[in-house]
């Protein structure tokens, strides 16, 4: 019981030395503090074990009869004295587990999963006009409510449903599939040509071709005819079907606009820091805002939580503002403009290019291309 009783107050293990050990001895005896394991070493010094809050006491005494002190060895010190000592520690662990209670009660952040058509924001607007947002009291949010709203607001989900954890909201959503192309299989039909080329392959599933291989259409001429002879004489019509590739050659006129400003760097940087507290900031710079023209700006912000897990309402916001001096005009992006222009066409013919060019004239350049491509498109008629 003892042993443990030390244990818990902490014992230290000390070597007096000097002249007046005896005399030490006489007034600890005198003062009550309590020494255990005396051992008496050459040279006038002594060990002895000490609890470790008497130690001042011990020091004074020490001092008063010209002897040395020296601390050899420290166990134990789990009592009542470290106890306090970490009060403030087990107060602001506290204050933690009590934040991170009461932020979990409120959504800080929102993941959208699913979402292929629909944009994040357009989720994110739409479920802030349901109630649901950065900030809010997850507990008041009807589930069953939010995803009937949603569902009514956002024409192409067919399904979504909203889980919180912690801090942190996932959005689960359906979208629906489009819709194909319906059409009156026994309505007749023409295969007429969508640009003006000359016919190189020629492919007819149902109806009569009009058009042969190395022969020049227009655009709108019909290329293979729904109208076909029927066993006792008449007409019947069908709905024609293939397909047929063409050389082409479009144009296309691009006007550019200006570019991005030539920029020399100068020297020099300023930083702006910023708390964020829920939806609201605040800077930490009186009249940051101002005086900051010409400048680049490189802007991160570190949130305190938990990736994945939960995130404080709190964060640190950081802004780097680079100065520079404008070096001359504005110059058109030349290569930024024909690579757009050439995706653009690839995106709208049914085939490949083939070769192409750029005329640059001015505030415009011309795009004039070669392309294999399959120019049939439907095009119904009155008949049936």
Not at 313 to 334: F, I, K, Q, S
Request: aromatic share 6%; charged share 30%.
């Amino acid at each position: 019981m003892k042993n443990t009783h030390s244990s818990l107050r902490g014992e230290l293990r000390i070597r007096l030395q000097g002249g007046g050990t005896d005399r030490l001895l006489n007034a600890c005896a005198e003062a009550g503090l309590p020494l255990r394991d005396i051992s008496f070493h050459d040279g006038a010094a002594l060990s002895a074990s000490l609890p470790e809050d008497e130690l001042p006491r011990m020091e004074k005494i020490a001092a008063l009869c010209q002897c040395e002190l020296e601390v050899m060895a420290r166990r134990g010190g789990c009592g009542v004295r470290q106890i306090r000592r970490r009060a403030r520690l087990a107060v602001f662990a506290a204050v933690c587990a009590l934040l991170l209670t009461l932020s979990g009660l409120f959504v800080w952040d929102i993941e959208v999963v699913g979402n292929e058509r629909l944009s994040k924001a357009e989720i994110l607007r739409a479920l802030s006009d349901c109630g649901v947002s950065e900030g809010c009291f997850w507990p008041a949010a009807d589930a069953e409510r939010v995803r009937s709203e949603m569902l009514l607001r956002c024409e192409d989900l067919a399904w979504m449903t909203l889980n919180v954890r912690g801090s942190r909201a996932t959005v689960l959503v359906l979208e629906r599939e489009e819709k194909p192309e319906i059409y009156n299989e026994s309505a007749a039909a023409d295969l007429v040509a969508s640009r003006s080329g000359v016919v190189r392959e020629l492919n007819v599933k149902n109806g009569r071709a009009l058009v042969a291989r190395g022969v020049p259409v227009t655009e709108g001429q019909t290329l293979v005819s729904g109208t076909m002879d029927g066993a006792a004489g008449e007409p019947r019509h069908v709905r024609a079907d293939g397909s047929v590739r063409a050389e082409t050659w479009p144009e296309r006129t691009i006007f550019l606009t200006s570019g991005a400003q030539r920029k020399e760097r100068k020297n020099g940087f300023r930083l702006i820091l910023g708390l964020r507290f829920g939806k609201n900031r605040f800077d930490l710079v009186t009249n940051s805002r101002k005086e900051l023209d010409e400048c680049d700006k490189i802007m991160k912000e570190y949130t305190l939580g938990v990736e994945g897990l939960f995130r404080f309402p709190l964060g640190l916001c950081v802004e780097v503002y680079r100065p520079y001096l404008p070096t001359g005009a504005a110059e058109a992006d030349l290569p930024g403009a024909e690579a757009r222009a050439l995706a653009a066409l690839e995106e709208e013919i049914d085939g490949e290019i083939v070769s192409y060019e750029f005329d640059e004239g001015g505030d415009r350049i011309v795009l004039r291309a070669h392309c294999l491509e399959n120019i049939a498109v439907t095009k119904e008629t009155e008949n049936s």
